[in-house]
């Protein structure tokens, strides 16, 4: 069992940043996977960006390539999001997520644990 709880949202204007933390605790963050997704309202969750277990690898949606850096710490079981460039359209729910030696899918039915989710606003 792993237990993940984001934090670092809020409100922010166009153009500004944010840094999205994901705590993990249970299992060996190590081994994991880690996602990150967003549901906006009336929207289906979707695929933000994923860091490999072995922490080589990173993969981000187009929307957000050249904006959002996913990273993590093993050292202190936690992935981060940071969040630069935004725009109205980021509005939305971020949840994390995590695969135990997960190829850095894409799909929401891939990953096994999810947090609880933390609110992005961006205001224009």
């Known amino acids: 069992q792993v237990q993940l709880v984001e934090s670092g949202g809020g409100l922010v204007q166009a153009g500004g940043s944010l840094r999205l933390s994901c705590a993990a605790s249970?299992?060996?963050?190590?081994?994991?996977?880690m996602g990150w997704f967003r549901q906006a309202p009336g929207k289906e969750r979707e695929f933000v960006t994923a860091i490999r277990w072995t922490g080589g690898s990173t993969y981000y949606a187009d929307s957000v390539k050249g904006r959002f850096t996913i990273s993590r710490d093993n050292a202190k079981s936690t992935v981060y999001l940071q969040m630069n460039s935004l725009k109205p359209e980021d509005t939305a729910v971020y949840y994390c997520?995590?695969?135990?030696?997960?190829?850095?899918?894409?799909?929401?039915?891939?990953?096994?644990?999810w947090g609880q989710g933390t609110q992005v606003t961006v205001s224009s």
């Open positions: 249970g299992r060996t963050f190590s081994a994991y996977t």
């Open positions: 997520a995590a695969d135990r030696y997960g190829p850095g899918s894409a799909s929401l039915s891939d990953y096994d644990y």
